[in-house]
């Protein structure tokens, strides 16, 4: 892979983008869009150290367990829920089912406090995987 190095730059630089995003949206009181950005900077930076790691393009999948697990990534029960989290707002967002939104109760539950810890734990992770990316 020739150009390994401008991919994960490319994702970084996306991941960090998506970060400032949920930000802005956590201050605009947009809760439930903060979290949905959550996703979306975790799957960048996954899809930056799946290419890191394996040497090939990210798959195209928003499964964060899927992608953390083939990147060699030992995932705690920790991480495992919040991603799980984060995928189903991320799903329920692009796939709204008829007739009503099964993760009603989520968003419900979305305030600010749940929207912080759920940002200070994604920045987190970020910046894990970031500082692992020497290249």
């Not at 367990?65 to 329920?92: P, T």
């Amino acid at each position: 892979m020739n150009n390994k190095k401008n991919i994960i730059d490319q994702w970084l630089q996306s991941a960090e983008q998506d970060l400032n995003k949920a930000q802005s949206l956590l201050d605009d009181a947009r809760y439930d869009w903060c979290v949905f950005f959550c996703h979306s900077v975790i799957e960048k930076a996954l899809k930056a150290y799946y290419v890191y790691v394996n040497n090939a393009i990210a798959p195209e999948t928003h499964d964060l367990v899927y992608l953390a697990k083939n990147s060699g990534i030992n995932l705690d029960e920790k991480k495992i829920k919040l991603f799980n989290l984060l995928k189903g707002f991320y799903m329920e967002a692009n796939n709204p089912k008829e007739g009503g939104w099964p993760f009603y109760l989520i968003y419900r539950r979305c305030d600010i406090g749940f929207a912080r810890r759920n940002l200070e734990l994604v920045e987190e992770i970020y910046k894990w995987l970031k500082s692992t990316l020497i290249y």
